[in-house]
């Protein structure tokens, strides 16, 4: 299994990125992707999930209407579109899948970080201000 994440770099504050979670080695249908984040001296935190019940999406408060997740299921990859960049989002980007049965056990928000079976390598991203 493997998750590989690409898309990351340098931006100025107000500017754009768009990441991609590239996945193989196992039935793309049969897992959900979030994306999460995590800065120097922090804790990793929830950024953005995509379920594959219903496609339904979910964002965290400090990203809700400048983030944006998609779902290209022909090529096993989900995108994650970061428009309005802001210095506070500088940070390494994670994308991790969990199994849809575990998945379905939370309707309306996000699983939890160790619910995740399978993780990237991650990708940074750094807004200057």
């Known amino acids: 299994v493997q998750l590989a994440e690409s898309g990351g770099g340098w931006v100025q504050a107000g500017g754009s990125l768009r990441l991609a979670c590239a996945t193989s080695g196992f039935t793309f249908d049969d897992y959900a992707i979030g994306w999460f984040r995590q800065a120097p001296g922090k804790e990793r935190e929830e950024v953005s999930y995509i379920s594959s019940y219903d496609s339904s999406t979910y964002y965290a408060d400090s990203v809700r209407g400048r983030f944006s997740i998609s779902s290209d299921n022909a090529e096993n990859t989900v995108y994650l579109q970061m428009n309005s960049l802001k210095p506070e989002d500088t940070a390494i980007y994670y994308c991790?899948?969990?199994?849809?049965?575990?998945?379905?056990?939370?309707?309306?928000?996000?699983?939890?970080?160790?619910?995740?079976?399978?993780w990237g390598q991650g990708t940074q991203v750094t807004v200057s201000s």
């Open positions: 991790g899948a969990i199994s849809t049965p575990v998945a379905g056990q939370y309707i309306r928000v996000m699983p939890p970080t160790h619910k995740y079976e399978y």
